[in-house]
Each structure stands twice: as C-alpha cells, then as structure tokens.
C-alpha cells in the first residue's frame, strides 16, 4: 500500500509538474508571430520585429499562414501576434469572428487596396473598365482566395457591372504576369495594394474607385491574443509605439525586396535605424 501511494505521489508531482510548464510557457521568452508569406508589408515588419525581440532575448518564432489560419489560432491562444490585419474595411469581417483578439496599436495608416495598372495604359478609373474587356481579356489577376483583397475585388466586379473574371493562385504568381505583361506594354489590371515594393520597382497607378468599393485609406494594426498582455505587458506598450511612416515603410520594402536573405536583412535595418526602434522600446 506504502508502495502504491509513493507511486500515486510522484504521478502527481510529475503531472503538476508538467501542468505548470504549460501554464508557463505563454509567460516564457516564446513569441510565436503569424506572418502570411508575400505579403511584402507583412514579411518586412514581421522579419524587424523578430530582428528587435531577439536582441532583447526573446525567441521568436514565425508563423506562415492565412490571415484566417492566424487570427483563429490566436483565438485558440496558440499564435501571440499578427502585425497585419487591414482596418477598417479589409479584415472587418474576418477581425468580426474573433471579438477577444486584442488590438495593440497601429503599425503604418496610409494604407491603400484596389485595382492597379500599369502607368501606360491610358485609363483612370474603375469605371473605364467596361470600355477595355478586349484589352484585358475580360481578366482581373488576383490574389489568394479568401484574401480580403479578393473579395473586394469580387464586390466590384459587381458594384461596377464588370464583365469579368478575377484569376486567383498567389502573390507572387500575381507579381510575376504584372512584370511579364509590362515588360511586352500588355495591357494588365491586377489587385493591389500599398505599402508594396512593386510601386517603387514598377510605374504603377491604382484606378478611381468612385464606388468606394475598396474603401479609402487604411491602418494596419498588430494584434493579439487575448491573455498576451497579461503574459507580456512590456511587449504591449513596445508594440503600442511601432510605427512607419511612408518614407521608413518604403525604405524597409525597398531593402527586403532587394534581399536573399530577410533575416539578416531585418537585422542590418534594425542596426542603421537604431534612434526609432530605441523609441519603441522605449529606450533614450
């Protein structure tokens, strides 16, 4: 009997043990980000803030995923962070679903979505689109499916009695048909948006939008689980001061672009703009 409670006593030190790693693990130098690959905002702030925690010591761990995939797995408090929800009209509906997810702050507000042309097609706005369905082929060039970009874009199409079809496979397969067609002066239209490096590489125009279909500027916002704060409130405050304005977003997109290497890249720009992210971390 001695023998079997002895037993009992270490199962339960053992399982408590292992309880307690568990709950101490959300509190631990872990940080696990969602980052969703090609999205070239996302994968530079994500690859920075990476560069600045781990020089703070933590172990940043990124996450490739869907926006849905993310923000649902940091519902399930399994993801910490996303540094790229779109508010307030791309990601409102899907931000919808998960009412605890907490909002940090605003990491850059000029953002921008819609559809995109080359500078030398001569057509200004969403309008003029009907008049060109020959030119275009009667195609759209898309991104993901499931995107919030790809279901504005279907919203047009019929908010503007479009006849045509948005073509949807990736980012990048999105990026490389708009530089092959400009290469050859073809006539393109694509689904776009800023901050991208693709408008300082290209001459790019995003048509009028006089529906307001794809809304009118957006903040790109970092968000949360729900416990994180509590978890990790010096975090809170660093990422409540993040932020780019136009010329430092465009100088990061620029140089990541540019890059084989994101991580070292990340890091090199952490190094030459060290006075800003002091002011992050709130250091003087």
């Known amino acids: 009997m001695k023998k079997i409670n002895y037993l009992l006593l270490i199962s339960s030190v053992i399982v408590l043990g292992i309880f307690n790693s568990c709950k101490n693990l959300k509190n631990s130098k872990y940080i696990n980000i969602g980052m969703v690959d090609g999205w070239a905002e996302n994968v530079a702030m994500t690859h920075v803030v990476k560069a600045i925690l781990d020089e703070q010591g933590y172990h940043v761990i990124i ?16 993801t910490d962070l996303f540094l790229g929800v779109w508010l307030p009209y791309t990601h409102v509906t899907k931000v919808a679903k998960f009412p605890d997810l907490i909002n940090l702050g605003t990491n850059y507000d000029n953002g921008r979505i819609g559809l995109v042309v080359p500078e030398y097609i001569p057509i200004e ?14 195609r759209i060039i898309g991104i993901e499916k499931g ?20 073509i949807n496979s990736s980012t990048v397969a999105m990026i490389t ?7 050859r002066r073809e006539w393109i239209v694509v689904a776009g948006w800023q901050p991208h490096w693709m408008f300082g590489k290209m001459k790019l125009k995003f048509l009028e939008d006089p529906k307001r ?17 509590k978890d990790h409130p010096e975090l809170t405050k660093f990422f409540a001061k993040m932020y780019f304005d136009d010329k430092t977003m ?10 084989k290497d994101k991580a070292a890249t990340a890091k090199k720009w952490v190094e030459d703009h060290s006075q800003l992210v002091n ?3 709130d250091k003087h």
């Open 250 to 259: 465009t100088d990061l997109l620029t140089k990541m672009e540019d890059s």
């Open 213 to 229: 279909t794809f809304g009118e500027a957006e903040k790109i916002k970092t968000y949360s689980r729900k416990s994180f704060g």
């Open 147 to 166: 995107a919030g970009m790809t279901s504005a874009t279907d919203r047009a199409i019929i908010d503007y009695q479009l006849s045509y079809r948005q």
């Open 125 to 138: 706005s969403v309008e003029d689109l009907p008049k060109y369905e020959k030119e275009f082929n009667n």
């Open 279 to 281: 002011s992050w971390l």
């Open 177 to 183: 048909e708009l530089q092959n067609a400009i290469k």
């Open 63 to 78: 996450q490739k995923a869907s926006t849905d995939m993310i923000l649902a797995s940091m519902n399930n408090e399994d």
